[in-house]
């Protein structure tokens, strides 16, 4: 190829560029189903739920209305912003946390790039909106009996390790005794 068939080439793309012509390439939207590791940066927004025989975080919820708890049990939700320095440190503590965990709690995420304002989940967003989260990270422990919620209690700020223990031994004691 010739130096003139390259400058010419160069030319054709740069001027596609600057007219905005060239087609821009997305990634399809994320499916719920997908498994991660450690739902976090770079994860896709939405809802995860914790499958402790896997040890991964399901994607339950992308689109949609808001989630909220089913059936009986117990639940820890942390309301996570991707673009959150204090979540990032919050992480080193919830994921030692949660190993080992999720048998007696159910354990969720739900995540957005900056509360509901930023968000590329319509049921993650609807779910900050929902739980009127203001403040990154938020935690709420929640007891659920018959469908409805018979204790809350909303945590925010980063949570130590041994307050998630805490949290979680408060949690199972306070479902018990509903």
């Given at each position: 190829m010739s130096e003139e068939e390259v400058r010419s080439m160069v030319e054709r793309l740069l001027q596609s560029v600057l007219q905005g012509r060239r087609k821009k390439h997305k990634a399809p939207p994320p499916r719920p189903g997908?498994?991660?590791?450690?739902?976090?940066p770079g994860s896709p927004h939405?809802?995860?739920v914790y499958e402790p025989d896997k040890e991964e975080w399901r994607l339950i919820?992308?689109?949609?209305?808001?989630?909220?708890?089913?059936g009986n049990g117990s639940y820890l939700v942390y309301f996570d912003?991707?673009?959150c320095p204090a979540c990032r440190l919050y992480d080193e503590y919830w994921f030692d946390f949660i190993k080992g965990r999720g048998r007696d709690v159910r354990l969720?995420?739900?995540?957005?790039?900056?509360?509901?304002?930023?968000?590329?989940?319509?049921?993650?967003?609807?779910?900050?909106?929902?739980?009127?989260?203001?403040?990154?990270?938020?935690?709420i422990a929640l007891c659920i009996r018959r469908g409805?919620?018979?204790?809350?209690?909303?945590y925010e700020g980063v949570l130590t390790l041994e307050e998630l223990v805490a949290i979680h031994a408060s949690l199972r004691e306070k479902c018990r005794a509903e």
């Open positions: 997908i498994m991660v590791d450690k739902p976090g939405g809802i995860y919820a992308v689109d949609g209305s808001a989630w909220s708890p089913r912003n991707t673009r969720i995420i739900v995540l957005c790039a900056w509360f509901a304002r930023e968000c590329f989940s319509q049921a993650a967003s609807a779910t900050f909106k929902a739980y009127d989260i203001h403040a990154s990270p938020t935690t409805r919620t018979v204790w809350e209690k909303r």
